[in-house]
């Protein structure tokens, strides 16, 4: 893949993920606080990162994704101009220096092991230090699921399946200070399964590709409407806030 044709899908990523940028607006509500130093963990093109800023003018901020092209559109914001961008593997990042607050949205789902994820947190978090993150859980688009059962009798595995459900993430936070914890449900509607399907494709949230017919699409779109009237998508999302000792 060329360098150009890369750039253009992350900034098809930053079009399409307005479902990432709504949960975003609503995580950004609860930071409080004055932090000065701020990791923002899987912070792909950098949409809700500037909201951050806006949140905390003068951060000293670290913005840290594995995907290079979407954090060279992030780079390219002029309200992260002074931030600093990494590329790496969270759990594989190795620096030395602590962050007041770490902030994830809608990326830590995809972390796994889960319980990895926390011990790793908490070495980069100063004593005192705020972890706000929203997560999907498993129940993520259930209605292609439904669907799809109705269709074909038959399981459709998706990503989902492995995102952890509520009771599980807040036993994983056994060693930090909960301060704050939610949940809603967020739909969007689109136009065909087609668009479903593009926009799963444009935001990464769809695992490994489908290879579908159009036979296979017509009549999972047709039971998917049967069911619910529409092609709608339902995220369930998590919002958690948890204080390190």
Not at 21 to 46: F, H, N
Not at 49 to 73: C, H, K, M, W, Y
Not at 134 to 152: C, I, L, N, Q, V
Request: aromatic share 14%.
């Amino acid at each position: 893949m060329t360098v150009s044709r890369a750039f253009r899908r992350a900034e098809a990523y930053s079009q399409a993920s307005r479902l990432q940028q709504m949960i975003g607006r609503d995580l950004l509500t609860w930071a409080s606080g004055s932090p000065t130093r701020v990791l923002d963990l899987g912070s792909g093109t950098g949409e809700t990162t500037q909201r951050l800023v806006d949140n905390f003018p003068g951060i000293s901020l670290t913005l840290l994704d594995s995907n290079v092209e979407r954090l060279a559109v992030a780079r390219a914001k002029r309200a992260l101009a002074s931030a600093t961008f990494v590329s790496a593997d969270f759990f594989e990042w190795e620096d030395g220096q602590k962050f007041d607050m770490i902030f994830s949205n809608s990326a830590c789902h995809w972390m796994h092991p889960i319980s990895d994820l926390f011990g790793t947190i908490s070495r980069y978090l100063v004593s005192g230090g705020t972890f706000l993150a929203s997560f999907f859980g498993p129940a993520t688009f259930f209605e292609a699921k439904m669907a799809w059962r109705h269709a074909f009798g038959e399981t459709l595995a998706t990503p989902a399946d492995r995102f952890s459900d509520l009771d599980t993430l807040l036993a994983e936070f056994h060693a930090f200070e909960l301060k704050r914890v939610g949940s809603r449900y967020v739909g969007m509607e689109f136009r065909s399964v087609y668009a479903f399907l593009k926009w799963i494709r444009e935001t990464g949230t769809g695992g490994e590709k489908m290879f579908l017919t159009r036979g296979q699409i017509a009549s999972w779109e047709s039971s998917w409407r049967r069911l619910y009237g529409r092609v709608s998508a339902t995220a369930e999302v998590f919002f958690v806030q948890v204080q390190w000792h």
